[in-house]
T-cell receptor, first 115, second 112 residues
Framework: GENVEQHPSTLSVQEGDSAVIKCTYSDSASNYFPWYKQELGKRPQLIID?????GEKKDQRIAVTLNKTAKHFSLHITETQPEDSAVYFCAANPRGGTSYGKLTFGQGTILTVHP | DAEITQSPRHKITETGRQVTLACHQTWNHNNMFWYRQDLGHGLRLIHYSYGVQDTNKGEVSDGYSVSRSNTEDLPLTLESAASSQTSVYFC???????????FGDGTRLSIL
């Protein structure tokens, strides 16, 4: 089955700096990669996603890049703000087989943005 | 608006009791999932379903069961609650294909 590794587990930045979180996946057939943000005591919420036919996607201060050859994808947050502080999860979706439709999540990154 | 709701939001029970957590979605999604979230373990998949009458075990299914009698609901049952099952439980659903998965607000379950 799919295996997703996420790094770093914790990340601390100053307000205004950029933050980068990286994930690697094992199943070369995976075709969809969402990122979720989870604030304390809340549900995980989708912030951005990318499909395997695209190399990069951007939404305001957030961007995701995908390298299919190396099997890794990254979340980039620019001009960080204190409200970006949360736990971030990456995930991968296998294309077929018995895992189809079932996202595999990374272990999460605790991002802290200091004012 | 379509949504996914979990109930109860909080529950305290005793070891050995049977507990059922409800999950209801109005998106008409075929795929539904149950996760538990514990500090240091991220989101761990308990059970999932790809449609009515379909159920599958996830990575931490021991002590849990689900049933899918209709598209909207996937209740999670703890047959005999154990203290190790104290956790936050999230239900989620998504449509087929390369589409996002949406989570409910979670149920905080404490087993004393």
């Amino acid at each position: 089955g799919e295996n997703v590794e996420q790094h770093p587990s914790t990340l601390s930045v100053q307000e205004g700096d950029s933050a980068v979180i990286k994930c690697t996946y094992s199943d070369s057939a995976s075709n969809y990669f969402p990122w979720y943000k989870q604030e304390l005591g809340k549900r995980p919420q989708l912030i951005i996603d990318i499909r395997s036919n695209v190399g990069e996607k951007k939404d305001q201060r957030i961007a995701v890049t995908l390298n299919k050859t190396a099997k890794h994808f990254s979340l980039h947050i620019t001009e960080t703000q204190p409200e970006d502080s949360a736990v971030y999860f990456c995930a991968a979706n296998p294309r077929g087989g018995t895992s189809y439709g079932k996202l595999t999540f990374g272990q999460g990154t605790i991002l802290t943005v200091h004012p | 608006d379509a949504e996914i709701t979990q109930s109860p939001r909080h529950k305290i029970t005793e070891t050995g009791r049977q507990v059922t957590l409800a999950c209801h979605q109005t998106w008409n999604h075929n795929n539904m999932f149950w996760y538990r979230q514990d500090l240091g373990h991220g989101l761990r998949l308990i059970h999932y379903s790809y449609g009515v009458q379909d159920t599958n075990k996830g990575e931490v299914s021991d002590g849990y069961s689900v049933s899918r009698s209709n598209t909207e609901d996937l209740p999670l049952t703890l047959e005999s609650a154990a203290s190790s099952q104290t956790s936050v439980y999230f239900c989620a659903s998504r449509p087929q294909g390369m589409q996002p998965q949406h989570f409910g607000d979670g149920t905080r379950l404490s087993i004393l």
